[in-house]
């Protein structure tokens, strides 16, 4: 992403101003699970613990969305996006969708 680009979860940005308002933004990832991801949780569901697989197969897909998310709001001429929400669905046996949503918006600076 952009050095200065920011999005935030709330409807503002601290010590900025929202100086034009672009609209709704979107981006998501379908993502599977794979046969070794599949048999170390199966293994951990014996033994308990973190599913790590499992856990960096969603980090990756959450910065995936918010990267397309970004990318939308940057093509519109945006500088930020706020309201960020995040959903998860299961679309499929053993796939997910994560989507990431906002508005895109264009913030200034305010002047102190």
């Given at each position: 992403?952009t ?41 951990k ?19 995936e969305?918010?990267?397309?998310m ?43």
């Amino acid at each position: 992403m952009t050095p200065g680009f920011l999005i935030t979860t709330i409807d503002h940005v601290p010590g900025h101003e929202i100086v034009e308002h672009f609209g709704l933004v979107v981006g998501s990832t379908v993502r599977s699970k794979h046969i070794g991801r599949d048999l170390m949780a199966g293994l951990k569901n014996i033994v308990g613990g973190e599913l790590k697989g499992y856990t960096e197969l969603l980090n990756e897909s959450r910065h995936e969305a918010i990267s397309r998310m970004w990318e939308s709001a940057q093509k519109m001429g945006g500088n930020a996006v706020v309201n960020v929400r995040l959903a998860t669905s299961a679309v499929a046996a053993g796939a997910a969708e994560i989507y990431v949503y906002g508005t895109a918006v264009r913030v200034a600076k305010k002047n102190v």
